[in-house]
């Protein structure tokens, strides 16, 4: 018996979230079927399954990690692997780990990159703001409610960047995210850009001032990267190249689906 982790990604849109969920299509557990009908799995637990991180309903990921046990290491390469995977969901890379690795608690940091249409927000403003939330804070205002362990965590980096086409990019990594915090820090940072709150407010918030923020839509977020010591992945690079070819095709398609939008906005 041998442990494997794999790093995957996805397109969160058509899918309840990440987490497996009674008679609802998750990413997680259109996974856990696809490792079964692979053979390299035939139950959850006794293969001790588990993954570094769960996203929300529409949120998508190209870092997320699984780890599971196996008795046939040769068929965890992605390719073969992603034969049995919605075409939304692919695995990508690949490492044997120690029997011990758990993907949730052995992860040094998490990434989440955001993208937001923003062409009248104040982008200096919302810079100025995002360093209050550098360090270790009490981000319950942050998540939802309903949280029961601690709400404390620690902000490594927030960047925040202007793109073309007035797309406003937000990088923010953390040792670990409470339930909605990237899209309610997003949605905060927002507030502040158009001018509807101060920073004095935010300073409010991580005090401890109670709150209501509502989070920004989850379409826009992305699991980056999750991070951990003395693991190295073995790529798969015939699947890279597969992915970016099928998401170029889908680019392609939304821009076209854009300016046909822009076209029926003047009828």
Not at 40 to 69: N, Q
Not at 128 to 133: G, T
Not at 135 to 160: C, M, P, Q, W, Y
Request: glycine letters at 8%.
């Amino acid at each position: 018996m041998r442990r494997v982790a794999l790093k995957l990604g996805y397109i969160g849109t058509g899918y309840h979230g990440f987490q497996v969920q009674p008679d609802l299509l998750t990413v997680e557990g259109a996974i856990i079927e696809g490792l079964k009908s692979s053979g390299l799995i035939s139950d959850r637990r006794r293969s001790r399954y588990a993954a570094s991180a769960r996203t929300d309903r529409g949120v998508h990921a190209c870092g997320h990690v699984i780890a599971f046990d196996t008795e046939d290491y040769n068929l965890t390469l992605p390719r073969i692997i992603n034969t049995h995977l919605p075409r939304d969901i692919w695995v990508w890379a690949r490492s044997e780990v120690d029997p011990s690795f758990d993907p949730r608690r052995d992860a040094l940091y998490r990434e989440y990159r955001y993208i937001l249409y923003g062409d009248s927000l104040n982008l200096e403003r919302m810079k100025e703001a995002s360093r209050l939330l550098i360090g270790r804070h009490d981000f319950a205002n942050f998540s939802k409610r309903g949280e029961e362990f601690s709400t404390i965590r620690k902000v490594h980096k927030l960047d925040i960047t202007r793109s073309t086409g007035n797309l406003i990019i937000f990088e923010i990594r953390a040792d670990a995210f409470l339930r909605q915090m990237v899209r309610r820090i997003v949605g905060a940072l927002v507030m502040i850009g158009s001018g509807e709150r101060d920073i004095g407010w935010l300073e409010g918030l991580l005090n401890g001032e109670p709150a209501s923020i509502k989070p920004a839509p989850p379409e826009g977020l992305i699991l980056t990267d999750v991070a951990y010591d003395r693991i190295s992945f073995e790529v798969d690079h015939y699947v890279l190249t597969e992915m970016r070819n099928h998401l170029s095709q889908l680019f392609r398609r939304y821009v076209v689906l854009s300016a046909v939008m822009d076209e029926l906005g003047k009828c």
